[in-house]
């Protein structure tokens, strides 16, 4: 049997660096109230795909629509009010 060895050294280096940092997790923190409305949004559409949309549908279609409107809303006041700018 015989061994393959790698002949070079790796593309990536492993570093330090790789984790996200305390202000980039308070970042995603902050945005999850986004996500979370663009991820229901984006589950009331898929749910549609394969089948014509029913009034059941177009309401949750809307309301996710909505969710998602208000989270960026409050997103955007709340970035706004921190660096002090006018909303």
């Known amino acids: 049997m015989e061994f393959i060895a790698a002949l ?3 593309v990536t280096p492993w570093s330090d ?5 305390d202000a980039e ?4 923190e902050a945005e999850m109230p986004l996500i979370l409305a663009e991820v229901d949004l ?6 549609q795909l394969d089948r014509p949309v029913s009034e059941f549908d177009a309401r949750r279609i809307r309301r996710a629509r909505n969710r998602v409107l208000a989270a960026r809303r409050d997103l955007t006041n709340r970035t706004a009010a921190v660096s002090g700018d006018a909303a």
């Open 8 to 10: 070079q050294n790796r």
């Open 25 to 28: 997790l308070d970042a995603i």
């Open 42 to 47: 984006l589950d009331a559409l898929i749910s």
């Open 17 to 21: 660096g790789l984790e996200p940092t």
